[in-house]
């Protein structure tokens, strides 16, 4: 059954409503929850800056702390977890099949996928800590998009090929996110901080570099790539991962190179 599974082609897996070992848990079995989820977000980002507008901000320097300590903990348990278990299983880096069986190390690389979406909506109270210290003006659209979207896809791609050649970017994503959420832990503990907080560009730039590599990635696979790893995934990545690198190199451009030149 196992290995009939892992040959399934994608029109069947769809048939099969996705990877059966993941049935019964929390927001797999159906789109409505991920996609409420979505929708509630959205209505987050449209109606709490006005909800906030004749309040004054809250004061969460504390909950900040905790919760960016906790996601740091989070993205290092999350790309421990995928290193190993790719290893394990004598990952390649150049095409890999998904594992739908119930080997050990395919069920653990599961779990670390399912965590890695699971921080994708823990992750949404980046959004909700602007808000509710009325930060507007960092709820901009790559911010938005990037949270948005990053629910969706990564859900999509747990839902059906839950590890395989999906390994290599939520390592990528989950090892950046911990530099990231170590650096918004140490900002939010207060500005006398900032002395230590010199390496943000350089924090940019390993995003940067992190799209390169995962759309490099999978370019490989959508060009040639043989392992029957299906290839829309691949493109979609690729596609994904263009389109953040333009917003984040954007992004760099306008904080980095327009601050020397004024």
Not at 85 to 113: F, G, H, T
Not at 221 to 226: I, L, M, Q, S
Not at 229 to 258: C, D, E, G, H, T
Request: aromatic share 18%.
């Amino acid at each position: 059954m196992a290995s009939q599974r892992g040959n399934l082609t994608l029109v069947e897996t769809y048939l099969t409503h996705g990877d059966e070992r993941l049935r019964g848990w929390p927001f797999m079995d159906s789109p409505v929850p991920v996609l409420t989820v979505f929708v509630l977000y959205l209505m987050m980002v449209k109606q709490g800056p006005k909800m906030m507008e004749q309040r004054k901000p809250f004061q969460v320097q504390g909950p900040m702390v905790l919760y960016n300590l906790a996601v740091m903990v989070l993205s290092i348990y999350i790309t421990f977890e995928k290193l190993i278990s790719a290893v394990q299983s004598s990952y390649s880096l150049k095409c890999q099949p998904v594992d739908y069986s119930d080997d050990p190390r395919a069920i653990r690389m599961l779990n670390a996928s399912y965590w890695y979406f699971i921080s994708k909506i823990i992750e949404l109270l980046d959004t909700f800590f602007f808000i509710v210290r009325k930060k507007e003006r960092q709820i901009t659209f790559l911010h938005v998009y990037h949270h948005a979207i990053m629910l969706l896809h990564t859900w999509w791609f747990v839902k059906f090929v839950p590890g395989g050649q999906t390994f290599v970017l939520g390592f990528l994503n989950s090892f950046v996110h911990i530099w990231m959420y170590a650096y918004y832990g140490l900002a939010a503990i207060g500005p006398h901080m900032q002395k230590y907080l010199w390496w943000k560009k350089y924090l940019t730039k390993l995003q940067l570099f992190q799209f390169v590599l995962t759309s490099s990635h999978a370019l490989y696979n959508v060009c040639f790539g043989d392992c029957g790893f299906p290839r829309l995934f691949s493109l979609s990545s690729v596609i994904q991962s263009a389109i953040f690198f333009s917003l984040f190199m954007n992004f760099y451009l306008q904080a980095y190179k327009k601050s020397k030149t004024s």
